[in-house]
């Protein structure tokens, strides 16, 4: 069983930054793809960026572009997001997960954390 543990979400102004962290307990078939989506109050939940962990390979939605970076530590267990400029838009409820495939199809994602709250003001 995979299991994922974010933390680092919080409360910022327009413009500012937050990291967030995603600790990861194994590296299986499973979590060969880690993701950062999120999930606004009355909104669908969307796909931020993801990243291969075996290359680092990354991935990013397209409204974030320039602004978010996806890595992880050199031992593959925690996936970072480095959120900058941020928006009052960005503001959502951010997961992590783990799945077998990366791109832009955002599905088969079938490990989830329980998500941290990432709020921008203007």
């Known amino acids: 069983q995979v299991h994922l543990a974010e933390s680092g979400g919080g409360s910022v102004q327009a413009g500012g930054s937050l990291r967030l962290s995603c600790v990861v307990s194994?590296?299986?078939?499973?979590?060969?793809?880690l993701a950062w989506f999120r999930q606004a109050p009355g909104k669908e939940r969307e796909g931020v960026a993801n990243?291969?962990?075996?290359?680092?390979?990354?991935y990013y939605a397209s409204f974030v572009k320039g602004r978010f970076t996806i890595s992880q530590d050199n031992d593959k267990s925690t996936v970072f997001l480095q959120m900058n400029s941020l928006k009052p838009e960005d503001t959502a409820m951010y997961y992590c997960a783990a799945g077998k495939w990366c791109g832009g199809t955002w599905s088969g994602f079938e490990h989830w954390g329980q998500g941290t709250q990432v709020t921008v003001s203007s």
């Open positions: 194994t590296l299986s078939s499973s979590s060969r793809c």
């Open positions: 990243i291969w962990r075996e290359t680092g390979d990354p």
